[in-house]
């Protein structure tokens, strides 16, 4: 499965951005695509997921009421909707692609990233 981020950027505090995930290649055993983002210094965390077949998501604590996380209709693009950020958002973006969903609705099995997107918020 290979994945494509884009539309990441600068914004001020309070701003909104949009990022965008295409998924495409053989993706028969992905069941979900996860946001991670990932500070310098700081561990990888995960911050929002979607299971591609029922849509349930997951989102981490420091995001949600922020973050959503939509889809086109075509299921290939997953989004990640973001605003009122704030400069504690400032990372890397990145997305992948996971084979299950597990409790809690953690998108599990992770196989594949895309390359990231960084996001600067000032």
């Known amino acids: 499965v290979q994945l494509v981020e884009s539309g990441g950027g600068s914004v001020q505090a309070g701003g909104s951005l949009v990022l965008s995930c295409k998924v495409s290649?053989?993706?028969?055993?992905?069941?979900?695509v996860a946001w991670f983002r990932q500070a310098p210094g700081k561990e990888r965390e995960r911050i929002a997921n979607?299971?591609?077949?029922?849509?349930?998501?997951y989102y981490a604590d420091s995001v949600k009421g922020r973050f959503t996380i939509p889809r086109d209709v075509s299921k290939t693009t997953v989004f990640l909707q973001m605003v009122d950020l704030q400069p504690d958002d400032t990372a890397m973006y990145y997305c992948?692609?996971?084979?299950?969903?597990?409790?809690?609705?953690?998108?599990?099995?992770?196989?594949?990233w895309g390359q990231g997107t960084q996001v600067t918020v000032s």
């Open positions: 992948a692609a996971g084979t299950r969903i597990i409790v809690g609705d953690y998108c599990d099995g992770i196989t594949d």
């Open positions: 979607i299971a591609t077949g029922a849509g349930r998501t």
């Open positions: 290649g053989d993706d028969i055993d992905t069941a979900c």
